[in-house]
Nanobody
Framework: VQVVESGGGLAQAGGSLRLSCEAS????????MGWFRQSPGKEREGVAL???????IYEDSVKGRFDISKDTAKNTVTLQMNNLQPEDTGMYYC??????????????WGQGTQVTVSS
C-alpha cells in the first residue's frame, strides 16, 4: 500500500497538530493501520493504530492526548494530537503495521511528516 502523510509542522508545547494519511488501498482490507514515530536517537515506535478488530490502540505516553480516526470512504487515517510535548518531536509515518511501542518494523515506509514541538 502506498501512503501520503501530511499535516506536520511546528507547535509549541501544549499546542495541537492534525496529521492525515491517505492510503492507496481500501482500509477495510488492510487489517491494522496506524501512526508511527521516529524520534531522534530512538527506535521507530507505534503511537496509535487501529487493530485488526478495528479498535484503536494507543501507546501509553499519548493516551488521553492523541486521537486516531479513519474515513473508510476516503481511505484516510487522521491523528489529532493535543497537548503536544517536546518528546513528541519526530518524523511521523502511517503504515499497515500491527505494532505499538518501540521496535516497529516495515519495509515500505512512506516519506513521513515532521512534527517539531518547542518548549
Amino acid at each position: 500500500v502506498q501512503v501520503v502523510e501530511s499535516g506536520g509542522g511546528l507547535a509549541q508545547a501544549g499546542g495541537s497538530l492534525r496529521l492525515s494519511c491517505e492510503a492507496s488501498e481500501d482500509l477495510n482490507g488492510l487489517g491494522c493501520m496506524g501512526w508511527f514515530r521516529q524520534s531522534p536517537g530512538k527506535e521507530r515506535e507505534g503511537v496509535a493504530l487501529f487493530g485488526s478488530d478495528g479498535r484503536p490502540i494507543y501507546e501509553d505516553s499519548v493516551k488521553g492526548r492523541f486521537d486516531i480516526s479513519k474515513d473508510t470512504a476516503k481511505n484516510t487515517v487522521t491523528l489529532q494530537m493535543n497537548n503536544l510535548q517536546p518528546e513528541d518531536t519526530g518524523m511521523y509515518y502511517c503504515a499497515p503495521v500491527c505494532w505499538i511501542g518501540p521496535g516497529a518494523k516495515y519495509v515500505f515506509w512512506g516519506q513521513g511528516t515532521q512534527v517539531t514541538v518547542s518548549s
